[in-house]
């Protein structure tokens, strides 16, 4: 993509706060938002923890609020977005975690979105600070744009690799329960 398009991508799916819905880990979450030109609704938010430590909240918008991952998948779009709370998390952390969430949301099956998981997990090379906001904006039948604090990191087509995405979070096997249950406001 040449730099004047992803400029304008960057634009045309940045999140808007227009009204605060609530606060959690001392994070503020939009009750609403627009990305790709499509009004959305926080469907749920929740913090992804280990050992007892918030590492991020990771929030869920969708043009229709929905509570099962079926519901979210036929969706026309759907966002995901993760506000890191932890110093601890690193990009070599960050890059391990995205994997394992891919095998665990196929099954262990990653060959035919392999080489997307290896583009998707080289977004996270730079370093990784507390506060830092990734926002990943799937569209059925066209794929993910991540978004690293407001700016366009890249573009990763297909729908196999936006349903495995999605089901890191909010598939049968997610990176926390309790994580998927807040998103899908269960």
Known sequence: MKLNQLIGLAFAVMLPVVAQAKVVADVDIAEQATFAEQALVLNGAGVRSKFFMDLYV???????????????????????????????ITSDKMRNAIEEGFDAATDNNI????????HFSQLFAD????????????????GVTSIKNGKVQGVIAGEAFRQALLKIWLGDNPAQKSLKQDMLAQ
Do not use: C, N, R, W
Not at 60 to 85: C, F, K, M, N, R
Not at 127 to 142: L, N, P, R, W
């Open 58 to 88: 990771g929030s869920l918008y969708l043009p229709t609020t929905a509570d099962h991952l079926d519901s979210v998948l036929e969706q026309p779009i759907a966002v995901i977005q993760l506000t890191i709370t932890s110093g601890m």
């Open 127 to 142: 370093e990784i600070v507390e506060g830092d906001q990734f926002t990943f904006v799937t569209q059925k039948g066209k």
């Open 111 to 118: 060959g035919s979105i392999k080489s997307d998981i290896q």
